[in-house]
């Protein structure tokens, strides 16, 4: 059977030639050589399958599904075509719109060749809008605008059917007509002379690029206008934020600096007015120090001097005023070690005798009417020996006799109460009408 | 030029879906090699 084997061997070549038809898009070229792979060897799946493709994609469903069913039923097992037969019938929709089509063209070619050419191109209109792939719908539609002389659409789809099938030798026949009918044709021809031309090129020849044009003055003008605007523009986006951000890290180190050194300064304000208040106690220290000594009552050097006086009046033999003037004295402030001998000796005798001796004084001025003076020497000799309960009474009465009743009260009732057993206790309380 | 009227009539109708039956039914499915034994069992 080597006649078999030769069959295969063209069916073969025929499918690779048509295979790589079919690459380069040349679909009618490509079924041409399918079918005849087909005619000699129907066995040829790969062949069949193409060629339904091709149908399908050129808009010619039915034709399709004729092949691919063929080929199923040839082989059953291993075929593609059930995988595209599959997609096909999943969705409902598809197979019914490509019926439709179909039946709007055959409508539109009877329209056509009956002479209502109108009708024909709506329907045809129709049906490549609903699939611009139907390649034979268009190219009806390109020979009825043909014949309308409306060149441009006629154009318009015959590229796009050249789109589908570059090797369309129908399409490219009309497409060479209406190209000689638009113009279009003679623009290719003297493109293709230019482009295949080899003038040489002489040194006076300037070529000037197609885009060039001479500008106006009041291009250039506005040239520069829209020139500046970009530069200041991208100045202000580019350049300034930088800028702006250098100047605040600049201002902001310098008030960071600034903050420092206010910082430091404050803390030597304080550290000085700290000083200065400590300086501020001192003083006012050393100012309490001094008055202490200097003052004319309680001071130390005020004390020197009454004991000076009442070591006078003890010269002088007048026991009355150093009594009056120790009494002034406050003997603890002197702690003169030379002294306090002297100081106790004083203090012994006072103890013993000067508190008697105001005593008298103040009777004395109280006899005179002089209460006030009275009440002073009772005081002095209470400060010597305050445990007297005579001198109080003395004291009480002058004060009663000054008019201070409330003050006197006082003291009577201290006299009451501290010494009960003392006469003096006895005629307070007939004073106060006990 | 274009003969529009002949143009025309050269085009033929798109088979439909619904004849896809008829037309797989009608398909002349003979290739080169059932030719080449037929002839060959003519001959015999």
């Known amino acids: 059977m080597d006649y078999v084997k030769r069959n295969h061997q063209i069916a073969n070549s025929y499918y690779n030639l048509g295979l790589e038809k079919a690459q380069i898009r040349d679909l009618s070229g490509a079924a041409e050589c399918l079918k005849k792979s087909l005619h000699f060897n129907k066995y040829q799946t790969d062949a069949r399958n193409l060629l339904g493709l091709i149908y399908y994609e050129m808009g010619e469903a039915a034709d399709a599904i004729v092949q691919w069913v063929i080929s199923l039923n040839l082989q059953p097992k291993d075929n593609r075509c059930d995988y595209y037969l599959d997609e096909i019938q999943r969705k409902q929709g598809r197979l019914e719109i490509a019926s439709q089509n179909v039946k709007k063209y055959n409508q539109a070619l009877w329209y056509a060749q009956t002479g209502i050419y109108d009708l024909a191109i709506l329907?045809?209109?129709?049906?490549?809008?609903?699939?611009?792939?139907?390649?034979?719908?268009?190219?009806?539609?390109?020979?009825?605008?043909?014949?309308?002389?409306?060149?441009?659409?006629?154009?318009?789809?015959?590229?796009?059917?050249?789109?589908?099938?570059?090797?369309?030798?129908?399409?490219?026949?009309?497409?060479?007509?209406?190209?000689?009918?638009?113009?279009?044709?003679?623009?290719?021809?003297?493109?293709?002379?230019?482009?295949?031309?080899?003038?040489?090129?002489?040194?006076?020849?300037?070529?000037?690029?197609?885009?060039?044009?001479?500008?106006?003055?009041?291009?250039?003008?506005?040239?520069?206008?829209?020139?500046?605007?970009?530069?200041?523009?991208?100045?202000?986006?580019?350049?300034?934020?930088?800028?702006?951000?250098?100047?605040?890290?600049?201002?902001?180190?310098?008030?960071?600096?600034?903050?420092?050194?206010?910082?430091?300064?404050?803390?030597?304000?304080?550290?000085?007015?700290?000083?200065?208040?400590?300086?501020?106690?001192?003083?006012?220290?050393?100012?309490?120090?001094?008055?202490?000594?200097?003052?004319?009552?309680?001071?130390?050097?005020?004390?020197?001097?009454?004991?000076?006086?009442?070591?006078?009046?003890?010269?002088?033999?007048?026991?009355?005023?150093?009594?009056?003037?120790?009494?002034?004295?406050?003997?603890?402030?002197?702690?003169?070690?030379?002294?306090?001998?002297?100081?106790?000796?004083?203090?012994?005798?006072?103890?013993e005798e000067g508190y008697q001796v105001l005593d008298q004084m103040g009777d004395a001025a109280a006899g005179s009417g002089d209460y006030a003076g009275a009440v002073a020497y009772y005081d002095k000799s209470l400060k010597l020996k305050g445990d007297n309960p005579g001198v109080l009474y003395d004291k009480a009465v002058a004060l009663n006799a000054q008019g201070q009743q409330d003050t006197a009260n006082e003291l009577f009732g201290e006299i009451i109460k501290n010494y009960p057993d003392s006469e003096y206790a006895v005629m307070a309380k007939e004073i106060r009408g006990y | 030029m274009i003969n529009f009227d002949e143009e025309i009539k050269r085009f033929k109708p798109s088979l439909d879906v619904e004849q896809v039956e008829d037309a797989i039914v009608k398909s002349d499915l003979t290739d080169m090699t059932d030719i080449m034994m037929e002839l060959i069992k003519q001959e015999r």
């Open chain 1, 123 to 351: 329907q045809l209109v129709a049906a490549v809008e609903e699939n611009d792939h139907y390649v034979k719908a268009q190219l009806l539609l390109a020979l009825l605008y043909m014949a309308q002389e409306n060149y441009t659409k006629a154009g318009k789809a015959l590229h796009k059917v050249l789109q589908i099938d570059r090797g369309n030798q129908k399409a490219l026949w009309y497409m060479s007509i209406v190209k000689e009918n638009t113009g279009r044709a003679e623009v290719e021809r003297q493109k293709m002379d230019h482009a295949f031309s080899h003038t040489k090129l002489e040194d006076d020849n300037i070529i000037i690029p197609p885009t060039y044009k001479e500008s106006s003055g009041a291009q250039v003008v506005l040239n520069i206008v829209i020139g500046v605007v970009l530069g200041i523009a991208a100045f202000m986006t580019l350049v300034m934020p930088a800028r702006t951000k250098e100047l605040n890290n600049a201002h902001n180190q310098e008030i960071l600096s600034y903050s420092e050194q206010l910082s430091q300064s404050n803390i030597k304000i304080d550290e000085l007015e700290s000083q200065l208040a400590e300086a501020n106690g001192a003083r006012e220290n050393a100012e309490a120090s001094l008055a202490s000594v200097v003052d004319d009552n309680g001071g130390l050097v005020s004390q020197y001097v009454l004991l000076v006086r009442v070591l006078q009046a003890y010269r002088d033999d007048d026991f009355s005023t150093a009594a009056q003037l120790y009494s002034d004295m406050n003997p603890a402030l002197i702690t003169d070690p030379n002294v306090v001998p002297i100081l106790q000796t004083i203090s012994q005798d006072m103890a």
